[in-house]
């Protein structure tokens, strides 16, 4: 897999980002599913989760569309798509790319050994408010009714904090981040149509188990927002979805998916980031 984390024979020279527009979101997103894990099959599955507000998730896969009902908190319900990634063998990535509610999609990963979940909600918002990503994002840990919890609870994480890494999702999609705090993380691309560009937007980060992580973000400069589970044991694989408003205002939902390659991470010798 080493070749994939080569940046190739670019030269910086002869590109100066500061003369490009910023890129839509379509434009970034085409392709970056190209090293994605493959897609599982949950045809006949049927999943039912309590999440830590007492709001109930039933999700009734059939071969290519799921049929769901929300009751709690979040009331909602409908047939859509889904997308499933077994990221381990026992947890699974799925993602709900609502095509029956506007501006909306449903994460969930639970694992079939311990029966914990995580849910995550991101919303597009009918207004831009200057200053505020206009994606924005609810979380909730879970339960699977597939038998007794074992091991810790999903819950918020500072464990990626001081962390830098590259992630490669395509031969032209290879992007840095850095973990700066609690709430936010630094980005910029180092090779494909974003070149040069990066900013430091808002982040989420929860701990599903051990060295797997949901890392979602939400930019401010575009109306885009993703979630990702890392694997950061020893697979060094991320599977993740976007959702935002594409070149011509509407909106859509995209798979991606790569290898990530750590590159070190840094302490904090007193103070400590929020």
Not at 139 to 156: I, L
Request: with cysteine.
């Amino acid at each position: 897999m080493t070749e994939h984390c080569s940046p190739g024979a670019v030269d910086p020279a002869a590109h100066d980002p500061s003369t490009d527009e910023w890129r839509t979101y379509d434009e970034f997103a085409a392709g970056i599913d190209t090293y994605r894990l493959p897609g599982a099959d949950l045809d006949g599955v049927a999943l039912r989760i309590t999440l830590d507000d007492d709001t109930t998730l039933t999700l009734d896969f059939g071969a290519d569309a799921v049929t769901w009902t929300a009751a709690g908190s979040y009331e909602a319900s409908g047939t859509d798509p889904y997308d499933a990634v077994r990221v381990r063998e026992d947890v699974v990535f799925v993602n709900l790319p609502f095509t029956s509610r506007e501006r909306e999609a449903l994460t969930v990963v639970f694992s079939t050994t311990s029966h914990r979940a995580l849910a995550a909600l991101s919303h597009i918002s009918d207004e831009q408010v200057e200053g505020t990503p206009r994606v924005t994002q609810r979380f909730w840990a879970g339960v699977t009714d597939g038998g007794t919890p074992t091991g810790d609870v999903p819950a918020p994480s500072r464990d990626l904090i001081g962390k830098r890494n590259v992630y490669r999702y395509s031969p032209h999609h290879l992007y840095e981040h850095v973990y700066v705090s609690s709430q936010r993380y630094a980005w910029q691309c180092l090779e494909g149509v974003q070149r040069g560009h990066g900013d430091m937007d808002l982040s989420t980060v929860w701990r599903f188990a051990d060295g797997l992580y949901l890392f979602c973000f939400r930019e401010f400069r575009i109306a885009v927002a993703s979630v990702w589970l890392h694997d950061l044991g020893y697979q060094l694989m991320t599977t993740g979805i976007f959702l935002g408003l594409n070149g011509a205002g509407e909106s859509e939902h995209s798979r991606a998916g790569g290898h990530i390659y750590p590159l070190g991470s840094v302490s904090y010798p007193d103070a400590q980031p929020v």
